[in-house]
């Protein structure tokens, strides 16, 4: 079983649609999570942290339950430019280095 | 630049060669990453360095990889005698410093054995 699980999709959704991706994770010691962003042929990119409390970055959300080991990020009123992989992340707690464990990653189609 | 450069951008061997691939972190980075990605895939991780010190090397897929940061700042991702499953993208990362900052990721290198 792969330490970071997520549904590769694609989903493919409209111009104004609620979309919502979910990620499970095996080790329960872990303890910090995020969301990244891939574009085509670049690199991840850091779309934001989650928090057990969620957080908010207009019209992303992200949540933790950590009784479920399961990581969740809403994107609302989607736009074109929101296609991209998102790659659920978490950090390592098996050291203090900073490693991170990704996801498959799973790929967002906006179409008009 | 002010970013994570890695070099080449692309690479095709042939089977059985060997082949360099280059990291220049963000100035000042202690740490540096070096992950996998293959298509379709999420990145893998590979070895960790602090400073000129590896630390995890734990992700290596064999000994034909070996990675290098001699002097704490430029690392060299080394594998020799390619085969054709090492085909993939080598990313590089770097942070301020070990464990809570955040990462920032190269274009990656992009690897075609033949």
């Known amino acids: 079983r792969k330490e970071v699980e997520q549904d590769p999709g694609p989903f493919n959704v409209p111009e104004g649609a609620t979309v919502a991706f979910n990620c499970t994770y095996s080790?329960?010691?872990?303890?910090?999570f995020f969301w990244y962003r891939q574009d085509c042929r670049k690199e991840p990119k850091l779309l934001m942290s989650v928090y057990s409390s969620g957080n908010e970055d207009g019209r992303f959300t992200a949540q933790l339950n950590r009784a479920s080991q399961y990581i969740s990020l809403l994107i609302r009123d989607s736009k074109l430019s929101d296609s991209a992989t998102y790659l659920c992340v978490v950090k390592s707690p098996a050291s203090n280095t900073g490693k991170l464990i990704f996801g498959q990653g799973t790929t967002l189609q906006v179409k008009p | 630049g002010a970013g994570v450069s890695q070099s080449p951008r692309y690479k095709v061997a042939k089977r059985g060669q060997d082949v360099a691939l280059r990291c220049d972190p963000i100035?000042?980075?202690?740490?540096l990453f070096w992950y996998q990605q293959a298509l379709g895939q999420g990145p893998e991780f590979l070895t960790y360095f602090q400073n000129e010190a590896q630390l995890d090397k734990s992700g290596l897929p064999s000994d034909r990889f070996f990675a290098e940061r001699p002097e704490g700042s430029v690392s060299t991702l080394k594998i020799q005698r390619t085969q054709q499953e090492d085909s993939a993208v080598y990313l590089c990362?770097?942070?301020?410093?070990?464990?809570?900052?955040?990462?920032?990721f190269g274009e990656g290198s992009w690897l075609t054995v033949v």
């Open positions: 990362a770097s942070s301020l410093t070990g464990s809570g900052n955040t990462i920032y």
């Open positions: 080790n329960s010691a872990s303890q910090s």
């Open positions: 100035s000042g980075h202690v740490s």
